[in-house]
């Protein structure tokens, strides 16, 4: 039995070296392109979040302002009914009390809005805390042309 030998000449060899050259260019454009946007998600998702923790503390300076007016109509009410009429008729501008539940929203202008939809519950008078959060949620509205008539809305809750 004759055995014949199989040599890889000059041309195979760098048809070869092409084709595997080809290959990792492609898949290093791909890794590049896929590094580039994985960037600009996390630069959104970074704008976000500082919207979100933005629209947060603004939710907590309300909550101060609303705990001052409750410690302030404390001071003159007899019994808790007068002093959720007191509450009621002193709170801050934006705020809305139904029955014991104080609600406000917080809104963050940008190109897309932003807002934090914010409400509180009153505990009776001289308990302590006197609030309770009930709701604080993050909500973001996207709208489109209003052919499209598409509306989305996001909410994290904190």
Request: contains cysteine; negative net charge.
């Amino acid at each position: 039995m004759k055995r014949k030998d199989y040599h890889i000449g000059p041309g195979a060899a760098s048809l070869l070296l092409i084709v595997v050259t080809l290959s990792m260019s492609v898949l290093g454009m791909l890794a590049l392109m896929n590094a580039q946007s994985d960037y600009r998600l996390s630069l959104r998702s970074a704008e976000v979040m500082r919207q979100a923790y933005g629209l947060s503390n603004q939710a907590e300076h309300s909550l101060a302002m609303l705990d001052g007016v409750l410690v302030a109509c404390a001071d003159g009410a007899e019994d808790d009914a007068q002093w959720l009429e007191t509450v009621k008729e002193s709170l801050p501008f934006g705020m809305t009390m139904e029955g014991r539940t104080v609600s406000w929203t917080e809104v963050f202008v940008s190109p897309t809005e932003r807002s934090m939809a914010c409400a509180v519950e009153i505990a009776p008078l001289g308990a302590y805390p006197r609030t309770e959060w009930v709701e604080h949620r993050l909500v973001t509205e996207l709208y489109e042309t209003e052919e499209d008539e598409t509306e989305e809305t996001w909410e994290i809750w904190f």
